[in-house]
């Protein structure tokens, strides 16, 4: 059944494996990012310790947004590294890095144990997690892109980064039941732990899988052709600032709409709304499964219709809904939070369907990891880092449970602005190899 909703011709072994190799490279490295979000109340006890819960969340976010400053970084240095020397290898290092990062936060002291140290250490860790995923975040796609049945490229990059949302729903079920296995005072003390421990070997598993793929046959072309950028850097600033900003805007929403999604509602539930640790985490994985499992029929939509009408349907989605799934959410009651969280969900899945493939189909192929680091990462760090920052700030200081919503609704009104002048991407000839935008070695 899979082969034929991914190609109705069917597919090789080795394009089922690139499959394989990048949702569950991006499942374990997402695994990884999510369970920080997700324990962001524990988090800020253990290394922020104070009279004012909202200022202890407050140094918990944004220490979960130094990792997003770090990611244009890390995304500019396996982007390059990407474009030069291939894709498949950056796969391994990213992958890596992020399972050694995540499992020392794990060991970690506390602030009881070794004071400042504590908070300087966890920051340093997220800046090294950071730094993975902005090359994760940017070479995956790129790799499933240029490997895909070209008539499913947006199916096959949607599955790959839905497998993004079911990590952050495995993470919060072992949340639930590591907190429903002991009692709070062991979760305070040690519980919280056990997620990011399990990172390393989730890793390793990782890296196994991507390690049966190949490299992609348009990197290889480049080779060939002798087309291979350089400067990957350089030529990207040089040629392509327009396409640049294009994903700039685009991706803001998908970005902050996300990151409201997996990174904040959790703490959102228990701290605004009232609800227990448990609710919280069993309506956001509904929530997380929902966006997962729309995610890839968006991509679909996406192959048929284009990316352009997804984009301009997704954000207008987003634009009518968001402020009521705030209000939904800060109802007060579980089934109301469900409601809410589901409604967010389906919209950003219609708007993911163009927004994940656009971003890096836009960009010639001899500079794409590269151009896509920049933008891609960068509307990230601005947008989707500062989501539960920014969320817990407006609420607090305007007293008002759904202050989130106007900042959602305001982002999606300028994304559609920009969704309806962009160019359609579907039916572009790869850039860079077929349609002469490969930049030769000099």
Known sequence: MIRDFISPGGTSAAQRRVLLGAGAGQFVEFFDFAIYGFSAVSIAEAFFPGQDPVAGLLAVFAAYGVAFVARPLGGLFFGALADRTGRRKVLYATLMCMGVATALIGLLPTHAAAGIMAPV??????????????????????????????????????????????????????????????????????????????????????????????????????????????????????????????????????GLGFYLLAGYFVTYLQTVVGLSLTQSLAANAVALLTFAMLLPIGGRLSDTFGRKPMLIAGAAAVAAVGLPAFMLVAGGSFGSAVIGQVLLAAALAVYGGGSYTFFVELLPAATRVTGAAISYNVTLAVFGGTAPFVGTWLVDSTGVAVAPGFYLVAVALAALVVAATTPETRVAEELGVGAGGGRRRR
């Open 121 to 254: 250490l966890l920051v340093m860790c997220r800046l090294a997690q950071g730094f993975s995923a902005g090359g994760e975040a940017v070479s995956a796609p790129s790799f499933v892109l240029e490997h895909a049945p070209y008539e499913r490229r947006g199916t096959w990059i949607a599955i790959t980064v839905a497998a993004t949302a079911a990590a952050s729903v495995i993470a919060l079920v072992i949340i639930m039941a590591i907190s429903g296995a002991v009692p709070d005072t062991a979760y305070a003390a040690w519980g919280w732990r056990v997620p990011f421990l399990l990172a390393l070997p989730l890793s390793l598993i990782g890296v196994y899988v991507r390690r049966r793929t190949e490299e992609s046959p348009v990197f290889r072309e480049l080779q060939r052709s002798d087309a291979i950028e350089a400067a990957p850097l350089r030529g990207s600033l040089r040629g392509d600032w327009v396409r640049l900003g294009q994903i700039f805007a685009v991706m803001a929403l998908s």
